[in-house]
C-alpha cells in the first residue's frame, strides 16, 4: 500500500475540468486501498468532489495564497532561506508519490521544487497549454526544473506536449499522453432532438473568453449570410467573469434571438437531447471534457484545432475544424458544416463509435494505474511518434 | 496650449508604441507649445525622452505603482477619488492630454483624474489582441475612459474590433493614424546577391506578440532543412532570446537561424536579406512591414494589426491567415515557391505602401492634436 500525495494549482475558480482526472483516479486509488492526501486552494465551501474524497478516506490540507512572490521568494532561496511554503504539508504526510496537476503550463511551480528539496518523487499531470501564455528567462529554470525534474509528465494531448516542449526549449523523456474522464455514460444515446425549429447548436465551456473564444461565435453569427439561417446556439457554463460581456455582446449585435446563455448544466446527456452539434471555438484547451461528451453523446461538432480536437475529430467526417481560432476560420468551418446540415445526425453517429473505438472507456482507472506503476519506481518512456504527430499538421 | 502626454508603458523603457506620440510631442514643443510628459521611471533614460527635455518639455518620470491596479481596485471600490499621477494633473492643468495605451489591457485609470478635472483627451492604443482580455473588474472603468475621449486614435481596424470586443460597446469615434518609420522614403538599397535565400525577422525576441517560436516549429520540419533559406532574427531580447538560441540547437537548425541582434540602421537589414518574414501573434501596425515594403522587400506576415491592410496576398507579400505553425508554413510554402519573384514584389511593395501610407505620420498627428487641444474638432465618427 502506497501514500498518494495530490497538489492541484487551481486558483481561478472553485473547481474545474482540470480538476476531473486527478479527483477521480485518487478514488480509484483509495478503492485500491492506497492512502491519499490532498492540498487543494483554500475555499469559501468545499467543492462537493472533495467532500466526496474526504468521506472516502483521504485527509485534506487547504493551502492558501504563498505569501511571498516568486522573486522574494528565489531572493531568500539564495540566502539559504526556505520559504517554499509545502515543505512542512510534505514533511508531514511523506508521500511515496506526488501528482501536481496544472492548469496551464506556466502555473505555479512551488510543490515541484519542494518535492526536489525533501527527495519525494512527482509526476506532474498537466491540463491545458497554449499561445496566450510563455515561460520567458525569469522563469525558464523554476520550469525546465519542475518539468524535467518529475518522474513523469501526463498530457492530454501531443498539441500540448509540444507546446510545453517549445516553451521549456527543451524534449522532455518522460512525457506520456493520458486520457480525461467524461460526465457521461460510456453508454449514452440521448435522442436527436426536433429540427422543426431549426437547429440549435452548443457551446459548451466556462464562460471565459481568452480561453473558449465565445466571442468567435458572436462575431461568426452577427455576418449576414448567419442572420438569414435558422440556427441558434446556446451557451452553456459556469461564469468565469465574462458572463455580462458575453451578454452584453449579444445585445450590441442584435443577436438576441439566435444567441443565449444557458448557465452551468448538472446533466449533459439531457443537454445533448436538447441540441444537434457542439460549437467550440477555443482557443486553447487540452482536451476539452466537452467534445468527448458531444462525441460520447453522438453529435457531430465545428471546432478549433486545438488542444485534442485535432486528434479526436476527423474533419469533415466526424466534425469539421477550423485551423485556428479567428472569426474567418470559424466561420469557413461553420460554412462547411452548414452545407452538410443534413448529415449532422449521421456523422454524429459515427463519431460515437470512433471515440468508442479508439478512447479509454474509464480513464481515471488507467491513470490510476499509471500512479501506481510510476510510484513503484516503473518507468515512462515517451513514445517516439508523439512529437511526429504535432509537426506532422503542419506537413 | 499645455499639452499632456501619458504613456502606460511598464515593461519597457521605450519602445515602438511610444515613437508617434514622442515625436509628436516634440514637434508641438518645436512648435511653442508646452508639452508635459509622464512615463514610468526606470534606470536609463531613452534618448527621445532627453530630446524631449532638450526641447523644453518637462518630463515627470514617475515611480512604479507599489500596490499595482490591486490597489487602484480597491481604492474605487471604496468610492474613493484617488489616483498616484492626480497631484501631477492638478500641477500641470493641461488643455488637453493624449492618453498612449501601448496595449489594451494597460492600466488608464488616469482617465478618471482627467474627467474630474475636466480635461479634454484623446486615447492612442497602440496594440491589441483576443489573447488577453480586460479584466471584467476593470471593464466598467475602461468603458468609461474610451466612451469619454474625443478621439480613440487606433492604427488598424483590426485592433478598433478587438477593442470594442474587448469593451462589449460600439466605438463610433474611432480615428485610424499612421506611426512614423525609421527609413528614408524612398531609400537606396542593393538587392543581396546569390544564395541563400535570406529573410529577416525583425522585432523584440518576444514569442507571445512577435512569435518567434512558429518560425522555428516551422524550420524543423524535413521539407525545410534542405532548402537554401536563411532567417535572421534581429532585434533586442524580450525574454525569450535563451529559449530561441536553445531550440535552434535542439532541433539542430544551426544552418538555417542566425541571431543578428539589434540593428539602428534598417536599411542595413534590408541590404542582406531577402524578404521580411513576420509571424506576429499580435500587432498594432508593425513598423518593420512598412520599412521593409519601403525598402522593397515581399512580406510573409500573419494577418493581424495592420499587415492585412498593407500586404496584398500573393501580389506584395503572403498572408498567413492566422498565427500558427500550419498556417504560416502554408504562407511560407507560396513564398518559397514563388522566390525568384520576390525582387518584382518587393518592387510593387514599395509603390504599393507609398500610396497607401502618410509621407508626414507625425506631422499628421500634432496637427490633429493641436485640432483637438484648440476645440476645432468635434468628435469624429468613426472611419473604422
Not at chain 1, 522574494?72 to 532561496?77: D, I, M, Q, V, Y
Not at chain 1, 484545432?305 to 476560420?329: C, K, M, V, W
Not at chain 2, 507649445?33 to 532627453?50: A, D, G, K, S, Y
Not at chain 2, 506576415?301 to 507579400?317: A, F, Q
Request: charge should be positive; include cysteine.
Amino acid at each position: 500500500m502506497m501514500r498518494f500525495g495530490f497538489y492541484s494549482a487551481m486558483k481561478a475558480l472553485p473547481w474545474g475540468g482540470s480538476e476531473e482526472l486527478w479527483s477521480r483516479a485518487a478514488h480509484v486509488l483509495l478503492d485500491r486501498g492506497h492512502s491519499v492526501c490532498i492540498s487543494y486552494r483554500k475555499q469559501q465551501q468545499t467543492p462537493a468532489p472533495l467532500k466526496k474524497l474526504r468521506r472516502h478516506g483521504a485527509r485534506m490540507r487547504w493551502h492558501g495564497r504563498p505569501l511571498l512572490g516568486r522573486t522574494a521568494r528565489r531572493s531568500l532561496a539564495r540566502l539559504g532561506l526556505n520559504t517554499n511554503p509545502h515543505v512542512g504539508w510534505l514533511d508531514r504526510t511523506r508521500p511515496d508519490l506526488v501528482v501536481i496537476t496544472v492548469g496551464i503550463h506556466t502555473d505555479d511551480c512551488t510543490m515541484a521544487d519542494a518535492c526536489r528539496r525533501r527527495g519525494i518523487p512527482y509526476v506532474v499531470n498537466l491540463q491545458s497549454a497554449g499561445d496566450a501564455h510563455w515561460m520567458h528567462e525569469g522563469n525558464l529554470d523554476d520550469f525546465r526544473g519542475m518539468y524535467l525534474g518529475a518522474r513523469a509528465c501526463f498530457f492530454v494531448s501531443a498539441e500540448n506536449l509540444d507546446i510545453v516542449e517549445t516553451n521549456l526549449a527543451a524534449r522532455i523523456p518522460q512525457a506520456a499522453i493520458v486520457a480525461n474522464p467524461f460526465h457521461v455514460s460510456w453508454q449514452a444515446a440521448p435522442d436527436w432532438p426536433d429540427e422543426a425549429d431549426g437547429l440549435q447548436m452548443a457551446c459548451v465551456g466556462r464562460l471565459h473568453l481568452e480561453s473558449k473564444g465565445q466571442d468567435l461565435v458572436v462575431d461568426v453569427l452577427r455576418r449576414d449570410k448567419w442572420r438569414a439561417r435558422p440556427l441558434s446556439v446556446v451557451f452553456w457554463g459556469s461564469d468565469h467573469g465574462d458572463r455580462r460581456r458575453l451578454n452584453d455582446l449579444i445585445r450590441l449585435h442584435g443577436l438576441g434571438d439566435r444567441l443565449s446563455i444557458g448557465g452551468f448544466a448538472n446533466d449533459i446527456e439531457e443537454l445533448w437531447s436538447r441540441h444537434h452539434a457542439l460549437l467550440l471555438p477555443s482557443r486553447y484547451e487540452g482536451s476539452a471534457l466537452a467534445l468527448l461528451e458531444a462525441m460520447l453523446c453522438g453529435r457531430t461538432a465545428v471546432a478549433t484545432t486545438i488542444g485534442r480536437a485535432g486528434e479526436l475529430l476527423a474533419d469533415n467526417q466526424t466534425g469539421f475544424l477550423a485551423a485556428a481560432p479567428t472569426a474567418d476560420l470559424l466561420d469557413e468551418a461553420l460554412e462547411r458544416a452548414w452545407q452538410r446540415r443534413s448529415e449532422w445526425r449521421a456523422m454524429g453517429t459515427l463519431a460515437a463509435q470512433r471515440i468508442r473505438a479508439t478512447y479509454s472507456a474509464c480513464p481515471e482507472a488507467d491513470f490510476a494505474s499509471l500512479l501506481e506503476q510510476v510510484a513503484a519506481g516503473g518507468e515512462i518512456h515517451r513514445r517516439s511518434d508523439w512529437v511526429s504527430a504535432a509537426q506532422g499538421e503542419a506537413a | 496650449m499645455r499639452l499632456a502626454f501619458y504613456s502606460t508603458i511598464t515593461g519597457l523603457p521605450w519602445g515602438g508604441s511610444e515613437e508617434l506620440w514622442g515625436q509628436a510631442a516634440l514637434l508641438l514643443a518645436r512648435r511653442g507649445h508646452e508639452v508635459f510628459v509622464n512615463m514610468q521611471r526606470w534606470p536609463e533614460v531613452p534618448n527621445r525622452l532627453t530630446e524631449l527635455v532638450e526641447a523644453g518639455a518637462d518630463v515627470h518620470r514617475r515611480r512604479r505603482s507599489r500596490g499595482g491596479r490591486g490597489l487602484l481596485r480597491a481604492v474605487r471600490q471604496c468610492g474613493v477619488h484617488w489616483h498616484p499621477q492626480a497631484r501631477w494633473l492638478s500641477r500641470v492643468r493641461p488643455d488637453f492630454a493624449l492618453i498612449t495605451s501601448s496595449y489594451h489591457i494597460d492600466d488608464v485609470s488616469i482617465v478618471d483624474a482627467c474627467l474630474r478635472r475636466r480635461i479634454p483627451y484623446a486615447m492612442n492604443l497602440q496594440c491589441a489582441s483576443r489573447l488577453q482580455w480586460i479584466d471584467p473588474r476593470d471593464l466598467e472603468p475602461m468603458r468609461r475612459a474610451y466612451a469619454s475621449a474625443r478621439v480613440c486614435f487606433v492604427l488598424s481596424r483590426e485592433n478598433a474590433e478587438i477593442l470594442s470586443a474587448n469593451l462589449a460597446m460600439p466605438l463610433e469615434h474611432v480615428q485610424i493614424v499612421d506611426n512614423p518609420y525609421n527609413v528614408s522614403r524612398k531609400p537606396r538599397v542593393p538587392w543581396p546577391e546569390g544564395e541563400p535565400w535570406r529573410m529577416a525577422c525583425v522585432g523584440r525576441m518576444h514569442f507571445l506578440s512577435k512569435g518567434q517560436d512558429l518560425i522555428l516549429r516551422v524550420l524543423r520540419q524535413e521539407k525545410w532543412r534542405s532548402r537554401p533559406l536563411v532567417v535572421t532574427f534581429y532585434g533586442q531580447d524580450q525574454g525569450n532570446e535563451r529559449q530561441a538560441r536553445d531550440l535552434v540547437r535542439l532541433w539542430e537548425l544551426e544552418r538555417h537561424v542566425e541571431f543578428g541582434g539589434f540593428v539602428p540602421r534598417v536599411e542595413e537589414i534590408w541590404a542582406n536579406n531577402h524578404a521580411l518574414l513576420l509571424p506576429s501573434r499580435y500587432e498594432g501596425l508593425p513598423m518593420v512591414t512598412v520599412e521593409a515594403m519601403l525598402c522593397r522587400r515581399a512580406c510573409v506576415v500573419t494577418c493581424c494589426g495592420r499587415n492585412g491592410d498593407l500586404v496584398d496576398d500573393n501580389e506584395t507579400g503572403f498572408v498567413a491567415q492566422a498565427a500558427t505553425v500550419k498556417l504560416l508554413d502554408e504562407a511560407l510554402e507560396r513564398a518559397w515557391q514563388a522566390r525568384h519573384q520576390w525582387r518584382e514584389m518587393g518592387e510593387l511593395a514599395a509603390l504599393r505602401v507609398d500610396q497607401r501610407y502618410s509621407r508626414q505620420p507625425v506631422e499628421d498627428f500634432a496637427d490633429r492634436i493641436e485640432a483637438l487641444a484648440a476645440g476645432r474638432v468635434s468628435r469624429a465618427r468613426s472611419a473604422a
